[in-house]
């Protein structure tokens, strides 16, 4: 039987960018972890960037999570590897670019599946493990699923659905004892910003559209910053956290005034 009690996480999408920093930061705060990605090769690199690590520290598992056999088979390994779960963190993800007139219904299935199902999938195949543990989950959704922001074609319409998703699930798994938690940040500083969709917009798109968040005048966010996002779920209990933090109140405004709240949008996603 495994006498380890240090808790364990699984964080998805954990192969790279804000998933991979998640990782180190569940790491250095004394976490067992679990990486899932698609990628054996990726998945390797990832743990090779964490160094030295004790044997069993820091494992890397390839699993389809759009596939609720290869979910529920890697909880399965979870739990007889470690014989606990404390914290799942589902942060695989998509985004996207174009017009709803223009949005193709398979390619919101596509984001539909990557950013939706994905949380459900794990959410589902870890709740046994959560519930023994008194675990957390932390969903990892976007401003776009707080606002519809313009030019992100179905990227706003799944993370609002994350997020509506991610409320029920805490309420509903309250009286079981897991903590559920939603974290949606504002566009993640990396190296490729605003290069990533560039090629993707066509003549319909003004150029503004392949910038981060649709053309968004928000300060890119250190990866680093999410991920204490995340432990302030884990540890303190936050259940909904916006960043940047000074966004919530024009967010909280734009809800109880829609007028206000498109002109909002509008002033923050100009080019001008």
């Known amino acids: 039987m495994n006498a380890d009690k240090r808790p364990v996480a699984v964080v998805t999408g954990g192969s790279a960018g804000l998933g991979l920093v998640i990782a ?79 949005l193709d219904v398979e390619q919101l299935g596509t984001l539909w599946d990557q950013n939706v199902v994905t949380a459900l999938l794990c959410s589902q195949a870890s709740i046994p493990l959560l519930e023994a543990s008194s675990g957390a989950i932390v969903n990892i959704g976007s401003l776009a699923a707080k606002v519809g922001a313009r030019y992100i074609g179905g990227y706003s319409t799944v993370k609002h659905a994350l997020a509506g998703m991610t409320q029920q699930m805490r309420l509903e798994l309250k009286p079981r004892g897991i903590h559920v938690a939603l974290v949606s940040p504002g566009p993640i500083a990396r190296s490729d910003a605003g290069d990533r969709y560039r090629d993707s917009i066509d003549g319909t798109l003004p150029p503004q559209a392949s910038a981060p968040g649709g053309g968004a005048r928000v300060k890119g966010l250190p990866p680093e910053r999410v991920a204490a996002a995340v432990m302030k779920c884990i540890r303190r209990g936050a259940v909904d956290i916006v960043l940047p933090g000074h966004l919530r109140i024009l967010i909280a405004l734009g809800h109880a005034f829609p007028r206000i709240g498109d002109w909002l949008l509008l002033k923050f996603t100009s080019s001008k």
């Not at 705060?29 to 820091?58: F, K, S, W």
């Not at 290869?70 to 996207?96: H, K």
């Open 24 to 102: 180190r930061t569940l790491l250095s705060h004394g976490y067992r972890i679990v990486i899932m990605g698609r990628d054996e090769g990726r998945l390797e690199a990832a743990i090779a960037t964490c160094g030295n690590q004790e044997p069993g520290r820091l494992l890397g598992q390839v699993c389809d999570v759009t596939s609720r056999a290869e979910v529920e088979e890697l909880f399965s390994t979870v739990g007889q590897t470690f014989q606990r779960l404390d914290v799942l963190v589902n942060c695989v993800g998509a985004s996207d670019r174009g017009l709803v007139e223009n």
